[in-house]
């Protein structure tokens, strides 16, 4: 029997049937699904109101350390300074001289910190540009990159960083303008040095990744340019991976200034500030001497201000990736 | 009642799915992905199984083999010459996959380990359920590559999967889904990654497999074009339920529910000015809908549609899940092209 | 393959050479010979500092570094006999440049099959079950190993259990003045410097091992290996062990060959004769002839195993092989 009456099934149709709103399911922007997924990582979450305390903490360290960098707790007339163990006047102990390293600490992992973001922010700027470059054009500059940092990155750090270390600090023309060998500047350029071959590596992956995907293809046909390309579209989509390998950086460089420090060839930044570095390089002298406290809150903050970087790094991972995955 | 219903209902169907369904725990809540379908296949008959992607087609077989992760539940009866498959021990399982019921997958170059040789993984197929030498079974791998039609197959088992080319894969996946034997055989969109060229030449391996061998096959695929090619039944599959069994013949010629009229006219033609997709989307299978799942989409819609889940009638010489069947001219879905 | 190998291995010298060149370079400019000599020998007179810088070929300038790289690799090539003497007190370099290779040998090959092994086998089992609790502690505890640097952890186990408990000896190769061979002793002395490196080596490789075996479990060939018939243990290892090694085993030829550098750390902490105490010194003293050696194993090392890696992957992976 004909139906000569407006088939009901496509006028009004049902609207919760297909209607995505009623199940309430919003659609969110990556940006969105990337940051719920973050905040999802339990570790990532703690981490982040950790270092965010951390660093409200140590960025007003005038007002939050107790003491000034080089001051000593009491007066000399008023009793001994030196080693003392924690109490109320220091939260966390005295050092050798008579220093509040509650206060060192802050100041130091002040110093610490800006070394290691410095430094971040620098390979990622050099690593992105060279890597960019590397995946876009391919050819000779590629391989040529690839092969350098292959080889450079396949040599034991440490040994790496210590020739490379005495060669440019030995440049006079360079230490000129990036400082002497002992100072923050010269090692916040030692590590970009060597933390851009990582971060262009990943770029140049990226890079090429979504080169062959449709939609550059797409930007193509429609006439867009090639930096156009790279600024609209690539970057915006490789920002997770570089984010990531932003926050490992900066863990890096705080471990990579430790570890220097311990062999005293650290930033020796004159009597005006410290770094967590040679905090830290009290404690292999205070363990043998039994003064506890000179270890335990200098390893105790670097373990922790490194834990917590890599927990957001995770974070960041999960954040990220799930964004890249087509569909699932 | 047609005689071809009857008749496959007295010979035993070797694979029988009654009220089989399977649903995924998700972190919003449960998908479910298929909702009940009986679907029986006999030796000697392909039956294919046509639908959208997300209509649970693939997911049907993949859980009755239990290949589905683990936040698969399944639930209902599948049964293979007999033997109860769900909830069975993955002992049991082993004893099924490969021997009795073998599967044929969508992307040959990925379902194949590109780091043995094609004559390797043919022959593991042949010593997973055979008591037979390494050397024997890598004879018998050469064999089976050339009954699929490989030429050089003593030179080719010795070659890796990423040599050949997308329809030579294939036939290796065919060769090793025959290697025991199996009563059963699932090809799961065996041509959808192949060339329109290719994807004749493999069919055609499948159809004389199923004919000189006697098995039951099962063909699972979206193209339609496919289905009429070699399949003599045919299940229409939408949100996880059959909502259509016919001969091939009569699918095409008198389709009974208005989903697949849908599918037929949205085949383009010669000499069509414009495309008619069927409007609308497939449901979330969250929350799926009430009653008929097809009614959001479906022209001849009415109350009577959204009261409960339509289940399989006879009409005509096929089944359907259409409640409104007798009161429409499905065919009449052509007419809303105005 | 063959090809791909030979083709490899003829760049090698000239990436030797050219990287040698460079290092020397490096070492030239970073420690400067006559400030280093004289830092060393304070009563040197101008003549025997003269004589260091002629005999050793420590010309100056451009032209000088060049002329003295390949006096030094002549002289190199010849032998250690031949090799320029160290600047304190012309002692020879080679001998205790082989004592400390055998110690880090030994400290870092049992270290490393240790770790490795056990890495690797965590890795697998944690991968079987993903989200298991065996899965959680692991990853948790890989993530905080991998979180806390090495001299941290070896000082404190240093503290713990040398120095308060003195379950084990502080450091060193056998207690001072220890003569001779003595296994146990030899054990006893390992047992803590290779615990700090095993543990960092299991985090690593546990890590690695999880993850690429995860990636391989989801993928396409495994359910068809499945879909086989096949039994869970064949499929996790014929497919999914034998396919996750790939990555894995590149990783790991790297690593090896950075083991002879030392494990500079560690080694410090333990006072453990090394390869890394070597290098330690030599750069403090800034002891040239000491250092050139030292770098151009390391150099040939990790250019060596550089290619063994990429040599194995295309083993492992025939569509680099033949692709």
Redesign the interface.
């Known amino acids: 029997?004909?139906?000569t009456a407006i088939?009901?099934?496509?006028l009004g149709?049902?609207p919760d049937?297909?209607d995505?709103e009623a199940?309430n399911?919003r659609v969110l922007t990556p940006f969105q699904m990337a940051w719920r997924r973050y905040w999802h990582h339990k570790g990532a979450a703690i981490a982040t109101i950790i270092m965010t305390m951390l660093l409200i903490i140590v960025i007003f360290a005038p007002l939050t350390a107790r003491y000034g960098i080089n001051e000593q707790v009491l007066k000399i007339q008023e009793g001994n300074n030196v080693y003392l163990s924690p109490r109320s006047i220091a939260w966390m102990g005295t050092d050798e001289i008579g220093r509040d390293i509650y206060s060192r600490l802050i100041w130091g992992v002040r110093t610490s910190l800006f070394i290691g973001v410095t430094s971040a922010i620098l390979s990622v700027i050099i690593g992105t540009t060279v890597g960019a470059i590397a995946g876009l054009r391919g050819g000779v500059f590629d391989d040529l990159m690839m092969r350098v940092t292959?080889?450079f990155l396949?040599?034991?750090f440490?040994?790496l960083v210590?020739?490379?270390?005495?060669?440019?600090?030995?440049?006079p023309w360079l230490t000129a303008i990036i400082g002497d060998i002992s100072s923050i500047r010269f090692l916040i350029v030692l590590f970009a040095i060597f933390g851009w071959m990582g971060v262009a590596r990943l770029v140049r992956g990226q890079v090429l990744s979504l080169k062959e995907r449709e939609f550059i293809e797409a930007s193509r046909a429609v006439g867009a340019s090639n930096t156009r390309i790279v600024l609209s579209h690539l970057l915006p989509n490789s920002i997770g991976p570089i984010l990531v390998a932003l926050t490992l950086s900066v863990?890096g460089s705080i471990?990579g200034e430790?570890?220097l420090s311990?062999?005293g060839l650290g930033p020796q930044p004159g009597t005006n500030s410290t770094s967590l570095g040679l905090l830290?390089e009290l404690?292999?002298s205070g363990?043998?001497q039994g003064n506890w406290w000179l270890?335990a809150f200098p390893?105790g903050a670097?373990?922790l201000l490194?834990?917590c970087i890599?927990f957001i790094g995770?974070g960041l991972r999960d954040a990220v990736d799930a964004k890249l995955d087509t569909g699932k | 009642m047609p005689s071809w219903i009857q008749v496959s209902e007295m010979t035993d169907p070797l694979l029988c799915l009654k009220d089989f369904a399977v649903s995924f725990r998700t972190p919003n809540g449960d998908v479910q992905a298929v909702r009940g379908v009986d679907i029986s296949v006999a030796a000697g008959e392909m039956v294919g199984i046509v639908g959208e992607s997300g209509s649970g087609k693939s997911v049907t077989f993949l859980g009755v083999l239990g290949l589905l992760p683990k936040s698969a539940r399944i639930t209902g009866s599948a049964t293979v010459e007999g033997l109860e498959l769900v909830g069975a021990s993955n002992r049991t399982m082993r004893t099924v996959r490969g021997k009795k019921i073998a599967m044929i997958f969508q992307d040959p170059l990925s379902a194949l380990n590109p780091v043995y040789r094609v004559g390797y993984q043919v022959a593991e197929m042949i010593q997973a359920h055979q008591q037979v030498s390494k050397s024997e079974a890598l004879t018998r791998s050469v064999e089976l590559l050339d009954i699929v039609g490989i030429p050089q197959p003593k030179v080719r088992a010795r070659q890796y999967p990423h040599e050949f080319s997308g329809g030579m894969r294939q036939r290796v996946m065919i060769a090793m889904a025959i290697a025991n034997d199996p009563e059963v055989l699932i090809a799961d969109e065996p041509t959808t990654a192949l060339d329109v060229t290719v994807q004749a030449q493999i069919l055609e391996v499948v159809q004389r497999i199923q004919r000189e061998m006697n098995k039951a096959v099962v063909m699972i695929t979206h193209d339609l074009g496919v289905i009429a090619r070699v399949a003599d039944r045919v299940q229409v599959m939408y949100a996880g339920r059959v909502v259509e069994r016919a001969s091939v013949n009569d699918l095409f010629a008198a389709p009974t529910h208005p989903y697949t009229v849908g599918l037929l006219n949205s085949l383009p033609r010669v000499g069509q000015e414009r495309l008619q997709p069927i409007p609308g989307r497939p449901p979330n299978m969250l929350r799926p809908p009430q009653g008929c799942a097809f009614r959001a989409r479906c022209p001849h819609a009415a109350p009577v549609c959204a009261e409960k889940l339509p289940e399989l009638q006879p009409h005509a010489n096929s089944m359907t899940a259409c409640v409104r069947i007798n009161e429409i001219d499905v065919a009449e879905m052509s007419g809303i092209t105005a | 393959m063959l090809r791909f190998i030979v083709r490899r291995l003829l760049w090698l010298p000239l990436t030797l050479l050219l990287v040698t060149f460079l290092v020397y370079c490096a070492v030239r400019t970073g420690w400067h010979p006559e400030q280093t000599y004289k830092r060393s020998n304070p009563r040197a007179t101008r003549e025997k500092v003269e004589q260091y810088l002629a005999v050793n070929g420590l010309y100056k300038g451009w032209g000088g570094y060049v002329r003295g790289y390949f006096e030094w690799l002549w002289r190199f090539i010849q032998g250690p006999d031949h090799w320029p003497r160290s600047i304190k007190g012309r002692a020879l370099v080679y001998p205790p440049l082989r004592y400390s290779i055998f110690n880090t040998l030994r400290l870092a090959g049992i270290a490393s099959i240790l770790g490795i092994s056990i890495g690797l086998t965590v890795g697998t089992l944690a991968a079987r079950k993903p989200g298991s609790w065996f899965d959680n502690i692991a990853n948790t505890g890989a993530f905080f190993v991998g979180a806390v640097p090495a001299f941290v952890s070896g000082v404190i186990l240093q503290l713990v259990f040398a120095v308060e408990l003195g379950w084990f000896p502080v450091g060193g190769v056998y207690p001072p003045g220890h003569q001779g061979f003595d296994l146990l002793l030899m054990i006893k002395h390992l047992v803590l410097p290779v615990t700090v490196v095993a543990v960092q080596v299991i985090a690593q490789y546990s890590r690695y091992m999880r993850a690429s075996l995860l990636d391989v479990r989801s993928s396409d060939f495994v359910r068809t290996a499945r879909a086989k018939g096949l039994s869970e243990r064949n499929v996790l290892f014929r497919h999914g062990v034998r396919n996750a090694m790939i990555p894995v085993a590149t990783v790991l030829a790297l690593d090896v060959g950075q083991l002879i550098g030392g494990l500079i750390i560690t080694e410090a902490i333990f006072n453990y004769p090394g390869m890394g105490v070597y290098f330690l010194k030599a750069s403090f003293n800034g002891d040239i002839p000491q250092l050139m050696p030292y770098l151009v194993i390391i150099v040939t090392s990790v250019l060596v195993f550089n290619l063994i890696a990429d040599v194995s992957y295309a083993l492992l992976d025939p569509r680099i092989r033949l692709g």
């Open positions: 029997m004909a139906d088939p009901e099934g496509l149709a049902d049937l297909n995505v199940l399911v292959d080889i396949a040599f034991p440490l040994v210590i020739v490379v270390r005495a060669a440019l600090g030995n440049l863990a471990i430790s570890t311990f062999f830290v404690s292999s363990a043998k270890v390893c670097l373990v490194v834990v890599n995770d």
